[in-house]
């Protein structure tokens, strides 16, 4: 079946810094990969869909300056988070989709101190 | 390798029915299991499942876990149409707190 890995599984980083997920479809073409947060018990919260060579579609009330996404080729789409701050710790989810199917993958884990 | 297994892929029912869908796991340091249903882009979170043969129910959705058998199973009573949506398993591991998903269940509820 189709596969979407992400680095790291899991990062802690110091307020300020900036951190870079990279989501990859390991056997299929992902024209589309979205991006998502979440928290303990929770739904996932769509923050963008990211389509391969335009720019990003951010959710209401994603800054996008904050949260920089680049779906460079059709298997890689990264999420870089900018002067991260200790609210923005959270579990990063990403999805490929292919063929009217997403899948996901196996998140991050991400902890600003 | 860890991996999660979801059965029936899909399923097409009438309104009313009850339909049970299942998820098997092979994972290596079991956290949790997860139960969502997507309608749309993001999954809707419904359960979390920890301990086994605890019931846990929410309306016309319940949900056990059994550890020892290593499966879960996913309940709905009294379907209705809203109720038609993938519904995605995902087991959590202890080892990197990432998370294994299934393939989903495609559930179809029919007036």
């Known amino acids: 079946g189709a596969v979407v890995s992400q680095h790291p599984s899991r990062v802690i980083c110091k307020s300020g810094t900036s951190v870079k997920i990279e989501c990859r479809s390991l056997?299929?073409?992902?024209?589309?990969m979205f991006w998502y947060r979440q928290f303990p018990k929770q739904s996932l919260m769509l923050m963008a869909t990211?389509?391969?060579?335009?720019?990003?579609?951010?959710e209401q009330g994603v800054e996008k300056d904050k949260f920089l996404i680049n779906h460079a080729s059709l298997t890689l789409s990264t999420l870089t988070v900018t002067s991260a701050h200790p609210e923005d710790s959270s579990f990063y989810i990403c999805?490929?989709?292919?063929?009217?199917?997403?899948?996901f993958g196996p998140g991050t884990r991400l902890l600003v101190l | 390798e860890d991996k999660v297994v979801q059965s029936p892929l899909s399923l097409v029912v009438h309104e009313g029915d009850t339909v049970t869908l299942n998820c098997s796991y092979e994972v290596t340091n079991f956290r949790s299991l997860l139960w969502y249903k997507q309608e749309k882009k993001a999954p809707t979170f419904l359960f979390m499942l920890?301990?086994s043969g605890i019931e846990k129910k929410s309306g016309r959705l319940s949900s056990i876990l059994d550890k020892k058998e290593l499966f879960s199973i996913l309940n709905i009573t009294a379907t209705q149409t809203g109720d038609s949506a993938v519904y995605l398993c995902a087991v959590e591991s202890n080892s990197n707190y990432q998370l294994i998903w299934g393939a989903g269940t495609k559930l179809i509820i029919k007036p």
């Open positions: 056997d299929f073409q992902a024209t589309t």
């Open positions: 990211s389509n391969e060579g335009s720019k990003a579609t951010y």
């Open positions: 999805s490929g989709h292919q063929k009217g199917t997403q899948y």
């Open positions: 920890t301990s």
